[in-house]
T-cell receptor, first 114, second 111 residues
Framework: DADVTQTPRNRITKTGKRIMLECSQTKGHDRMYWYRQDPGLGLRLIYYSFDVKDINKGEISDGYSVSRQAQAKFSLSLESAIPNQTALYFC?????????????FGEGSRLTVL | GEDVEQSLFLSVREGDSSVINCTYTDSSSTYLYWYKQEPGAGLQLLTYIFSNMDMKQDQRLTVLLNKKDKHLSLRIADTQTGDSAIYFCAPRPGGYNKLIFGAGTRLAVHP
């Protein structure tokens, strides 16, 4: 089983709908991240959380919100989806700055907003 | 903030060496990573270099770091079709645990 699991893997929705992408991890890491991937733009950080009580905005947080329900779970919500939020979304985890800080990624959630 | 630049495409012949280049702006970057993304998959760490090193070799991979010019490169020797993927350069600015990713270089390996 994957260490970082994202659901759903694919989702098609309509403009204005509320969407939640979920991420769960079995690595025991405190730090979790949501990134968005667009062709030619690489990965951009949406939100990150360093522990259960910590939520921080990334580069492109507008239109998104997150919830850290437990150490192992970090969900991303689009309250009212719009077409330019069509992208591939990745959840990632890491241990922290005491080591190399390697990120471990899920397999991605492809979201299409019509 | 940190800016990271990579060329978007690289095409090489099987068996040749591939060199993927990256430039960044934040001189405080401590760790500099290369991630690989295969089709339909998430990113996986390929290798990394610490900022006090100028070279790191790991089997077919060689990472070169020029801190003065803020230039990072990844050389893949004897490139194989299985190396076809997108390669992301990702420096970690000092004092942060957030990686800043380049746009990714799509490596195509042809016979």
């Amino acid at each position: 089983d994957a260490d970082v699991t994202q659901t759903p893997r694919n989702r098609i929705t309509k403009t204005g709908k509320r969407i939640m992408l979920e991420c769960s991890q079995t690595k025991g890491h405190d730090r979790m991240y949501w990134y968005r991937q667009d062709p030619g733009l690489g990965l951009r950080l949406i939100y990150y959380s360093f522990d259960v009580k910590d939520i921080n905005k990334g580069e492109i947080s507008d239109g998104y919100s997150v919830s850290r329900q437990a150490q192992a779970k970090f969900s991303l919500s689009l309250e009212s989806a719009i077409p330019n939020q069509t992208a591939l979304y990745f959840c990632a985890t890491s241990e922290g700055t005491a080591n190399t800080g390697e990120l471990f990624f899920g397999e991605g959630s492809r979201l299409t907003v019509l | 903030g940190e800016d990271v630049e990579q060329s978007l495409f690289l095409s090489v012949r099987e068996g040749d060496s591939s060199v993927i280049n990256c430039t960044y702006t934040d001189s405080s970057s401590t760790y500099l990573y290369w991630y690989k993304q295969e089709p339909g998959a998430g990113l996986q760490l390929l290798t990394y270099i610490f900022s006090n090193m100028d070279m790191k070799q790991d089997q077919r991979l060689t990472v070169l770091l020029n801190k003065k010019d803020k230039h990072l490169s990844l050389r893949i020797a004897d490139t194989q079709t299985g190396d076809s993927a997108i390669y992301f350069c990702a420096p970690r600015p000092g004092g942060y645990n957030k990686l800043i990713f380049g746009a990714g270089t799509r490596l195509a390996v042809h016979p």
